[in-house]
């Protein structure tokens, strides 16, 4: 069977106690996670020694939701100033990160709000995302970042320009992609790529699954409940790649113990 983690992560933005998360973990039958940090994240050395033996395979960037800045950061910010306050942000979850042990961290790809159209417009997006990703990993070396879909779809964005970032940013540095079942499914629901073409044109470079599901337009669901073949999506991916217990919001263990059986084809 694939390595399954649970992704771990409060209500609005809270990080639960260790003690729920060990508890949940015990519940699953599981023996990874995957941190949604926050600014109330315990620290990482706390972590190790409370989950002994515990990976911490990925930790989450968060979205700050405004609770330091009037709207939320993003790392294709035009505003130097504020394009240097995403970057710091985003090198603090390394370094979260880092001492948890964790190899990767998630960055999901929401750019600024406002229309972005036009190729050069487009171009101008990828080269601020690009110089930040570049920032963050000369600070904090030695964590990978995993890129993601937002939730909320961005019109232009789809496989090929993500693949452009990986073939800028990952000759010489672990820049990999994080995929989400569910958001895909959404996305194509709305009008954007076919669920498919994430996977078709960047499986390669896929190190993890959200096995998130979905109906139509509505994703977070937990992995059986909806549409997705997770496990032809699970197929497709290397075997080293994790596969992620997940819904939104965070329902607590009973809901994703079907979610865990359906992932193991395992009858309830």
Not at 15 to 26: D, Q
Not at 68 to 82: K, T, W
Not at 170 to 184: C, I, L, M, S, T
């Amino acid at each position: 069977m694939r390595q399954l983690a649970l992704s771990v992560e409060g209500e609005r933005g809270t990080f639960p106690s260790l003690a729920e998360v060990a508890g949940w973990l015990e519940a699953l039958g599981l023996r990874a996670w995957v941190a949604g940090a926050t600014g109330d994240a315990p620290p990482a050395a706390r972590a190790r020694s409370e989950l002994p033996g515990i990976p911490c395979v990925a930790v989450r960037h968060p979205c700050w939701e405004g609770q330091r800045h009037e709207r939320p950061l993003s790392l294709f910010e035009r505003d130097p100033r504020r394009a240097a306050d995403a970057v710091a942000e985003l090198v603090a979850t390394m370094r979260w990160a880092a001492a948890a042990r964790s190899e990767w961290g998630i960055v999901e790809l929401q750019p600024t709000d406002g229309k972005v159209e036009g190729e050069r417009a487009i171009d101008g997006e990828l080269d601020r995302l690009c110089r930040a990703l570049h920032a963050a990993m000369q600070q904090q070396p030695g964590v990978g970042l995993a890129l993601a879909l937002p939730r909320a779809r961005v019109e232009w964005l789809d496989p090929a320009r993500v693949a452009l970032v990986l073939d800028d940013l990952g000759a010489r540095r672990p820049v990999a992609w994080w995929h989400d079942g569910g958001r895909a499914h959404a996305w194509a629901a709305q009008g954007g790529a076919p669920a498919s073409a994430w996977i078709d044109r960047l499986a390669a470079r896929c190190v993890g699954l959200d096995a998130t599901d979905a109906v139509a337009a509505w994703s977070g669901l937990p992995a059986g409940a909806g549409e997705v073949d997770l496990h032809a999506l699970i197929s497709a991916l290397q075997a080293s790649a994790w596969i992620v217990v997940r819904s939104e919001p965070f329902l607590g263990p009973g809901p994703l113990l079907a979610a865990v059986r359906h992932l193991r084809r395992e009858k309830s």
